[in-house]
């Protein structure tokens, strides 16, 4: 039987399945279990209608509990065992030999590195295009445009920009633009310009904006008798390690740039450039998030009530202190839900690191190392390790939205 | 908001500027991508696609024809006249040469004087005489070395093989038609699924439901990674095995969660009113949910359905975990570029082309549909 053929005939008993189970189980229990009619009819109705949440319910819950709950348990023990004993109980062996691997950590490390840059990168160009295009007449064109890569996988994304980063031979014309670009620079004042002293100022002022981010989170500490909750202290003691560690990185980055020597006139394999080929990566990403950062956060702009901005302007506000002073701090919840989603992404990232190095050149992160170790080195015990760490990235986010859910619905 | 305060902001210039270049940046690699699946192999190996627009530069080993049977006896010299290229190409040389040591020694319209070889005058259209003695003017064909800039041209020519051509390696026609079977169910039926689980949630009270949403609002977040192998050695084990069953099952269960949690967050929104009145009409729970909340919760369903299409048009992990089995027969296209990128990974014009086949659904689909698929963002994110 055809594919195509199989699969109309797939649609045909799914959508009629579930539409005759849904008809003929109310039926079933009007008529015959519980029918409407004669001496207990009102008891019977009262009955009926607390099943029938239950039979309304009944094949989401079925695909739920099966494709996502028993899963989870199921991996953790998988984690636990080990498949060529049989499936015997190892305790945590896998788990000890997956963090004896190296590249196991080069995976954490890189895959922290897409947590801090990706989600942060994306927010910024979406608050920015946002910004922007709300503000001129052909804001919607833009936008469209600028949306338009979430609508391409992350496969198609691995392929434009390979076309992008292509390196040939020095004698041949170069077909990439990143290198076409590259073989621009000489050496001379323009390049010292462009590609040590643009840079240098790009990462001051970055590490500027996280000491400032850092400063922020830092003063309901210095101030007396400030009160705040347990988890809002841990939280900021979290976001000042880290605001710590990129000043700290940019900083040295810095420092990075004026002593390297570049190799002017070569075309760059840019992808196998080790620590830098993680940021490559991370662009396509970035391009293709910054449109959903970009169509939320707009949506919560146009949302702000106009007399706040107002009374700024009247009070003399020019146009920057009005949208980081006034617009961006009633945005704060949306930005964070935006942060959170996109982070929900990157640590799920596999695509487009399979499709551009495979981890090769030291690009490994969580989700390739784990299906590397799954379908390639088929060692289902540390595969089944390294998803349980995955989950448990993930799951502050979990707890966090379920808190957020069930605090709205009261 | 620029004129609130009656004051014209002097920023307009800056953000319509900042505006265009963010655009720009953001077009520049798909557009890369599209230009380049239109050129010819030539084309794309001798410039960038940027350069495109403009004349190219190539360098070519052409032959003069024949002499045995083009030349015309002139006095008594001979001439073999003719033109270097294919008629109607609209190629201009810019320098010439007769040996491949020296490929740039004559501009066009210089005369070569080559010894034993007799003379050759090229012109720029490619047009040359070749005059000699009757013992100059023999043998095969005098070899041209010529430099000449063509002009742009495109064509579907890459279209043809990664299509029609039905060459195993490059051919996306079957990774097309798979994809297809892949998302359309996967897309349906999770639909009908959650409309149902949605409606219970949001307007039956039963006790138990704030715990349920609560579980779903978990699940959205449950990354997949984990469901590969317990569901495999699941499907392996109950006999479905690898296949189009397999991963629609899975494509269904993993839409679930965002299905059910957008549908609900509509339908709670819908007048409360309407469905009071049906019931007190005498309505049942099937009959409303089918003839008001169904027909009423259109845009939700628009919303989860372009979510659900573009995310299993466009997935690579589930359809290799639970599809794609050793004999390749139900590849889809991500994979087939995967694949091609590494078999083919020198071949741009293949590779852009395949790239370009299977983005340019989800292209129109986004653009048919992006009212819905913002509004279904907004729903889902914003709270």
């Known amino acids: 039987m055809s594919p195509a053929l199989q699969g109309l005939i797939t649609i045909l008993i799914g959508v009629g399945g579930c539409l005759g189970y849904f008809y003929f189980s109310n039926q079933l229990l009007d008529k015959v279990i519980f029918p409407g009619k004669g001496p207990n009819a009102g008891r019977n109705i009262n009955r009926a209608n607390q099943v029938r949440p239950w039979l309304f319910l009944l094949p989401a819950m079925l695909f739920l509990s099966l494709y996502l709950l028993y899963p989870v348990v199921e991996t953790l023990r998988l984690s636990l065992t080990d498949r060529d004993a049989g499936g015997a109980f190892v305790g945590l062996t896998n788990y000890q030999n997956m963090f004896g691997e190296e590249k196991f950590w080069e995976a954490m490390r890189n895959n922290m590195l897409w947590l801090f840059v990706v989600p942060a990168a994306s927010t910024a160009f979406g608050l920015l295009a946002a910004q922007l295009t709300d503000r001129i007449k052909w804001g919607a064109i833009a936008k469209s445009l600028i949306f338009m890569p979430m609508a391409i996988s992350f496969v198609g994304a691995s392929v434009i920009f390979r076309l992008i980063y292509v390196a040939r031979p020095t004698d041949q014309a170069q077909i990439g633009v990143l290198n076409a670009l590259w073989l621009q620079f000489e050496g001379g004042a323009g390049s010292f310009l462009v590609l040590k002293v643009l840079p240098a100022i790009v990462l001051l002022s970055f590490a500027a904006m996280v000491a400032y981010v850092g400063y922020i989170l830092l003063k309901p500490f210095l101030g007396r008798g400030a009160s705040y909750s347990t988890f809002g202290s841990v939280l900021r003691v979290a976001g000042l390690a880290g605001a710590g560690y990129l000043v700290v990185t940019s900083l040295w980055q810095v420092v990075e740039i004026f002593t390297t020597q570049l190799s002017y006139g070569e075309p760059q394999q840019w992808l196998t450039i080790p620590f830098y080929n993680n940021f490559f990566l991370m662009i396509v990403l970035i391009w293709i998030q910054t449109g959903f950062a970009m169509v939320i956060l707009s949506a919560a702009l146009r949302g702000i009530p106009e007399e706040t901005v107002e009374a700024a302007i009247v009070d003399g506000a020019n146009p920057f202190e009005v949208f980081f002073q006034v617009k961006v701090p009633q945005i704060m919840g949306t930005i964070v839900v935006v942060w959170t989603t996109i982070t929900l992404v990157v640590l799920k990232i596999f695509d487009i690191v399979f499709a551009m190095t495979n981890g090769q050149w030291e690009t490994q992160v969580l989700a390739n190392y784990m299906f590397d170790k799954l379908f390639r080195a088929n060692d289902w015990g540390v595969g089944s390790a390294s998803a349980i760490v995955i989950m448990l990235l993930v799951s502050p986010i979990l707890v966090w939205n379920v808190y957020n859910a069930r605090k709205e619905m009261r | ?383």
């Open chain 2, 1 to 383: 908001m620029d004129n609130i305060a009656g004051t014209k902001s002097s920023l307009t210039w800056a953000v319509h500027l900042a505006t265009l270049a963010l655009v720009l940046l953001w077009v520049f690699p798909t557009l890369g991508l599209f230009i380049s699946s239109f050129r010819t192999v030539d084309q794309i190996n001798t410039s960038g696609w940027w350069a495109s627009m403009t004349a190219s530069e190539q360098s070519e080993v052409l032959r003069t024809a024949n002499p045995e049977e083009m030349r015309v006896a002139d006095g008594d010299m001979f001439v073999v006249s003719g033109n270097l290229f294919e008629e109607g190409s609209e190629k201009v040389i810019s320098t010439w040469g007769t040996s491949s040591l020296n490929i740039s020694a004559y501009e066009a319209g210089d005369t070569a004087d080559m010894g034993d070889d007799g003379t050759l005058t090229v012109q720029e259209d490619g047009s040359y005489v070749w005059r000699g003695t009757d013992e100059q003017i023999s043998g095969r064909g005098e070899r041209v070395f010529v430099t000449a800039k063509a002009p742009p041209e495109f064509t579907l020519a890459n279209y043809e093989q990664v299509l029609l051509s039905g060459d195993s390696t490059d051919s996306m026609a079957k990774a097309f038609f798979n994809t297809l079977t892949v998302t359309i169910p996967a897309t349906i039926i999770p639909i009908v699924v959650a409309a149902f689980a949605a409606y219970a949630l949001a307007w039956m009270d039963f006790p138990g439901r704030a715990l349920l949403i609560a579980m779903v609002v978990g699940l959205l977040v449950v990354p997949l990674q984990l469901a590969l192998i317990p569901l495999l050695r699941l499907h392996l084990g109950i006999g479905i095995g690898k296949g189009y069953l397999g991963v629609w099952l899975a494509h269904t269960a993993f839409g679930l969660p965002l299905a059910i949690y957008l549908l609900r967050n509509y339908m709670v929104g819908l007048p409360r009113d309407i469905i009071e009145n049906a019931r007190v009409d005498g309505a049942t729970d099937f009959q409303i949910f089918t003839k008001i909340i169904l027909p009423l919760s259109f845009p939700a369903l628009a919303s989860f359905a372009i979510f659900q299409f573009l995310w299993t048009w466009n997935d690579l992990l589930v359809a290799k975990v639970f599809l794609i089995d050793a004999s390749g027969d139900t590849t889809v296209m991500t994979n087939q570029i995967v694949e091609l990128l590494g078999t083919r990974g020198g071949n741009w014009e293949i590779l852009a082309t395949a790239a370009f086949v299977s983005i340019a659904v989800p292209l129109v689909v986004f653009f048919a549909m992006q009212k819905y698929l913002v509004r279904g963002m907004l729903a889902g994110s914003v709270k």
